[in-house]
């Protein structure tokens, strides 16, 4: 994985002021997880991602203050039932 070997085994984190989205297909998310919570000494596991959920997010703030600190959270967007039809166009 890159990130691993660019970014997590590194002791250089160059953006401590910006915000960094990333976005991954979700089961190799979960690997990415574990990567930047091992970087940072945090035990917390990480849930295993259901390949038909769609809606799950997770996301990782870091505190730089003197130790830099990684607080983890998973959260969903909450969409409720997706309808597996796919709507009609509108006829004009």
């Given at each position: ?21 990333v976005v991954w297909e979700h089961l190799n998310l979960v690997e ?12 917390t596991p990480v849930p295993q991602w259901l390949n038909s959920d ?39």
């Amino acid at each position: 994985m890159i990130l691993e070997r660019n970014y997590a085994s590194d002791n250089k984190w160059a953006s401590h002021k910006d915000t960094i989205y990333v976005v991954w297909e979700h089961l190799n998310l979960v690997e990415f997880a574990e990567i930047v919570l091992k970087r940072f000494n945090d035990p917390t596991p990480v849930p295993q991602w259901l390949n038909s959920d769609y809606e799950t997010f997770y996301v990782f703030r870091i505190n730089w203050v003197k130790t830099p600190a990684l607080k983890f959270e998973v959260r969903s967007e909450n969409l409720g039932p997706i309808s597996e039809k796919c709507p009609q166009p509108s006829k004009p």
